[in-house]
């Protein structure tokens, strides 16, 4: 089936470690995004990209680092630096470059705990 | 920034009744659309309503769009209790490669 892959779906991290957040898309897109959702809040947007090997920050892009090798995985990094990281991850993409006209498909989402 | 904001916050129905949350946006706009999350999951697209067209429909959604007033409104008819989910506005801007979501509305609804 088509669709946006994520992965794990809980993540613990302990303080000053980096971890990975995994998203993987297997519907041709060629923008794909990153959004954080705190509780009982709307999204942020941390990150996206049009299209392989370029990407922009979004919002919120302090403390996060991410790559585009290929057209189908946009991991997102969360660094020591960012020093509030609990929160929902949301990985979504979009047919083209212009997401402003476009439904975007969201995967399931990742929740990352700091202990 | 945040573009859309939704109201209410939270609303609380009981099945079969109608719910209607709203939208409002601050500058102009090519399209909005609504989506849906339920608890824990990732979020659904629902309809999208461009600035030409003042009112949609899709099964039990009907989905309208003011443009003069910056708003715009979802109304769910005969709710029922799978309908129980946060609904989210997003707004699109020709020539930005995003959306803009808002903070949603909490949908509860009992049997």
């Known amino acids: 089936d088509g669709g946006i892959t994520q992965s794990p779906k809980y993540l613990f991290r302990k303080e000053g470690q980096n971890v990975t957040l995994s998203c993987e898309q297997n519907l041709n897109h060629d923008a794909m995004y990153w959004y954080r959702q705190d509780p009982g809040q709307g999204l942020r947007l941390i990150y996206y990209s049009q299209i392989v090997n370029d990407f922009q920050k979004g919002d919120i892009a302090e403390g996060y680092s991410v790559s585009r090798e290929k057209k189908e995985s946009f991991p997102l990094t969360v660094t020591s630096a960012q020093k509030n990281p609990t929160a929902f991850y949301l990985c979504?993409?979009?047919?083209?470059?212009?997401?402003?006209?476009?439904?975007?498909?969201f995967g399931e989402g990742s929740w990352l705990t700091v202990v | 920034s945040q573009q859309g904001e939704e109201d209410p916050q939270a609303l609380s129905i009981q099945e079969g009744e109608n719910a209607t949350m709203n939208c409002s946006y601050k500058t102009s706009i090519n399209n909005l659309q609504w989506y849906r999350q339920n608890s824990g999951r990732g979020l659904v697209h629902l309809i999208l309503i461009r600035s030409n067209e003042r009112e949609k429909h899709s099964g039990r959604l009907r989905v309208t769009l003011d443009t003069s007033k910056k708003s715009s409104s979802l109304l769910i008819t005969a709710s029922r209790a799978a309908d129980t989910a946060s609904y989210f506005c997003?707004?699109?801007?020709?020539?930005?490669?995003?959306?803009?979501f808002g903070k949603g509305t909490m949908l509860l609804v009992s049997p």
């Open positions: 979504a993409s979009t047919t083209s470059t212009g997401a402003w006209g476009n439904t975007i498909y």
């Open positions: 997003a707004t699109g801007i020709s020539g930005y490669s995003t959306l803009t």
